[in-house]
C-alpha cells in the first residue's frame, strides 16, 4: 500500500481545498506544514525541488516515489482512492 504526505501551510487557499477533500477520504495522509516546521519545507524542495504547496508526496510499496504539486490534480487523485 502506498503511503501519503500533503505539504501545506495554512494561509495558502489551494491547500484549503486539498485539506477539506481530506475529510472525506478514509486513507491516511501525513500533513507536513511547511512554515511552521521548516524541515518540512528543506524536505519538500530535496525531494519535489520546489518549496510550491500544495504537494501530495506519494510514496510506493517498491521506493518509488512521486510528487504531485497541482491542488486540482491532488484533489481528484484523493478522491479516487
Ligand atoms: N497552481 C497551484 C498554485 C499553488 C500556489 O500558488 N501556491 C503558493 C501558496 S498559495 C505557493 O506555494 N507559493 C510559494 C512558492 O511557490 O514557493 C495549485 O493550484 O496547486
Known amino acids: 500500500m502506498s503511503s501519503y ?3 501545506y501551510y495554512d494561509q495558502c487557499p489551494f491547500c484549503q481545498l486539498v485539506l477539506r477533500g481530506l475529510e472525506k477520504i ?4 501525513e500533513l507536513k ?3 511552521t ?3 518540512n519545507r528543506q524536505e519538500l524542495m530535496q525531494g519535489g525541488g520546489r518549496t510550491t504547496v500544495p504537494c ?3 510514496s510506493q510499496p517498491d521506493g518509488q516515489v512521486h ?5 486540482s490534480d491532488i484533489a481528484r487523485y ?4
Open 56 to 58: 501530495l508526496r506519494i
Open 37 to 39: 516546521t521548516p524541515v
Open 67 to 71: 510528487w504531485m504539486y497541482e491542488s
Open 33 to 35: 506544514n511547511t512554515l
Open 26 to 29: 478514509s486513507a491516511p495522509v
Open 5 to 7: 504526505a500533503l505539504y
Open 78 to 81: 484523493l478522491q479516487a482512492l
